[in-house]
């Protein structure tokens, strides 16, 4: 088995084609090694931001680890991941299938990493429940309409998610972030 | 003798001109409304992969899943639309274009000016409430949208010389962090706007 790393991740400021986004990913030419993520809006600039590009980030990662698979890396790890590729007809390109199937596969696994990162970057001010609402954001409506949590399909308690909206709030109104890097 | 063959000719261009507007304005409500049906319709959930799982766990699993599927086939969606249809922020390359789209590529960068687009007017299949995007959506400390499921957006309308082929971009998302925007190519097939290509320009 290889592991191709010769893949290009630029990241840069600019249009997402009136997409009402705060930033894309552009995958449609992974087939060359690259991949774009375009920022157009840096929100608070703060942990908003550190959120928006580790999802974009994420997506990123999902382009390299399907253009591999493509090349003979064992998916046993993923299998959800091929799994939803499969169930979207998802080309791996800038198509509807593969958003679908990357935010599905990101609502199972990818929140709670977010959240915890944030609160890693916030200094551990408060516990995890207070960051879960910037692992949620862009993840919500496949949240609500059912995901994977640790192998049981659940949905997304709305209650829950109102919560974490206020949560999220609070913690963007305190935080010193990104005055907590530098520490 | 001259000043009513003049006043003649202006009259009709003038009808001519109105004539084309008027065509112009209802295809591009036929051609947003099918772009409607198509993006603001739910994708449901993929089913759960059963894959190594005992029979027990399988039905266990498949259950709940086809309980949560089935309650979303009754949620009424509240569907946001930006009411206006904006020309291009950036233009596109006509070079990532086959030669029999370019003529509707360089017509959708040339198009300047916004124009409004009256949600009234969609003639859509779907029982979603429809409303107009505003300010009032956007959440300020979140990427997520308040009070609508979907925003969609839709870019000015280009149509080939013969006005049976049009271009437009239109997006939809459920999160600033979670949209699809592609260019939709349609052409007048048995007097219905239909799409017959597509390509994606960006995914969030």
């Not at chain 2, 202006?10 to 051609?31: G, H, R, W």
Request: aromatic share 12%; proline share 3%.
């Amino acid at each position: 088995m290889e592991i191709y790393d010769d893949y290009i991740l630029n990241i840069t400021y600019g249009y997402c084609k009136r997409s009402g986004a705060d930033a894309c990913a552009d995958g449609g030419e992974i087939g060359n090694g690259i991949v774009t993520i375009k920022i157009e809006s840096a929100g608070l600039g703060t942990l908003d931001f550190a959120a928006t590009l580790l999802h974009e980030g994420i997506h990123a990662e999902i382009y390299k680890y399907v253009e591999e698979h493509r090349n003979g890396i064992d998916p046993s790890n993923r299998t959800n991941l091929l799994y939803y590729y499969f169930q979207y007809k998802a080309k791996n390109r800038l198509d509807l299938g593969t958003t679908e199937a990357q935010h599905q596969y990101m609502a199972d696994n990818f929140v709670k990493p977010i959240a915890s990162a944030i609160q890693q970057l916030d200094g551990f001010r408060y516990d995890l429940e207070h960051y879960m609402g910037f692992g949620w954001d862009g993840l919500r409506e496949y949240g609500y309409d059912g995901y994977y949590d640790n192998g049981k399909w659940i949905s997304l308690n709305k209650d829950e998610s109102s919560d974490y909206y206020i949560k999220q709030r609070n913690v963007l109104l305190t935080t010193n972030f990104p005055g907590t890097c530098e520490e | 003798m001259w000043y009513f063959i003049i006043f003649g000719c202006v009259t009709f261009l003038a009808a001519c001109q109105d004539y084309s507007t008027k065509n112009e304005n209802l295809a591009e409500q036929e051609i947003i409304s099918v772009l409607y049906d198509s993006l603001a319709k739910k994708i449901p959930p993929p089913p759960p992969n059963l894959h190594g799982l005992n029979i027990k766990d399988s039905l266990r699993i498949l259950s709940q899943y086809n309980s949560i599927r089935d309650s979303l086939k009754f949620e009424k969606q509240i569907v946001g639309i930006i009411p206006t249809m904006q020309p291009l922020e950036s233009k596109l390359d006509i070079m990532d274009f086959n030669s029999s789209k370019r003529e509707l590529i360089h017509r959708l960068n040339s198009l300047k000016e916004q124009k409004p687009l009256n949600i009234a007017e969609l003639r859509t299949l779907r029982s979603d409430s429809v409303v107009e995007f505003g300010e009032q959506h956007l959440r300020e400390f979140s990427a997520d949208y308040y009070q609508i499921n979907k925003l969609l957006s839709f870019s000015r309308i280009s149509f080939n010389e013969a006005g049976n082929e049009a271009a437009v971009i239109a997006s939809v998302g459920t999160s600033r962090l979670a949209s699809f925007t592609a260019i939709y190519f349609f052409r007048r097939i048995s007097d219905k706007w239909t799409i017959v290509d597509s390509k994606g320009l960006s995914m969030s």
